[in-house]
């Protein structure tokens, strides 16, 4: 089995390109399995992001509670959550970083589980996270309010665009606004 270079950049490029090969995917799995790649780590998860290997979602679920990084955490809640559409296996773990994770010095973590709460909103319905949701969105401050009612604009179906400015609808998702249709959408989902 090749190993993996030292320069794993590299490699990530070759990843998002689909050109990395499956000698090379072993590599990077045997590395993350192993203590071989810990400096390397957050690199490695992201390749196993990008290709998705046979075995990759357990992979992943073993990183979700990665306390030396808490941004490998935040990127395994994030592809399981988003990028895979595989919310239900990380919905607890979720919940729980949403509330914070005394490991999670620097919120990485829970603003992972801010973003997936966000998408999984907008496939289903889902009282205790919607309640979760606008609690940390009515509680945020200058620093957060931005993220979390942006997640929130995308639990109630805001586009990229919207939230970005660029759509002509973009006035439509102030903070207040989105207040107002996720105190909507929880009383006619939740009550």
Request: proline fraction near 4%; aromatic fraction near 6%.
């Amino acid at each position: 089995m090749p190993s993996i270079p030292r320069d794993v950049g590299r490699l990530l490029d070759r990843s998002k390109e689909g050109s990395i090969t499956p000698a090379e995917m072993e590599a990077v799995v045997a590395a993350i399995e192993s203590s071989d790649g810990k400096d390397r780590l957050y690199t490695l998860i992201h390749i196993i992001a990008r290709t998705r290997p046979q075995g990759a979602e357990a992979l992943l679920l073993r990183h979700l509670e990665y306390r030396e990084d808490p941004q490998v955490a935040a990127l395994a809640l994030t592809t399981l959550g988003v990028q895979w559409s595989r919310f239900d296996q990380v919905r607890g773990f979720a919940i729980a970083a949403l509330d914070g994770l005394t490991w999670d010095a620097f919120s990485d973590v829970q603003d992972a589980a801010i973003g997936v709460a966000g998408e999984a909103l907008r496939a289903r319905p889902d009282c205790e996270l919607l309640e979760r949701l606008l609690a940390l969105a009515m509680n945020s401050d200058k620093w957060t309010a931005g993220h979390r009612y942006g997640a929130l604009a995308r639990a109630l179906g805001a586009s990229q665009q919207e939230l970005s400015g660029v759509s002509p609808t973009a006035s439509e998702w102030t903070r207040e606004a989105t207040a107002r249709r996720a105190w909507a959408r929880l009383d006619r989902e939740c009550s």
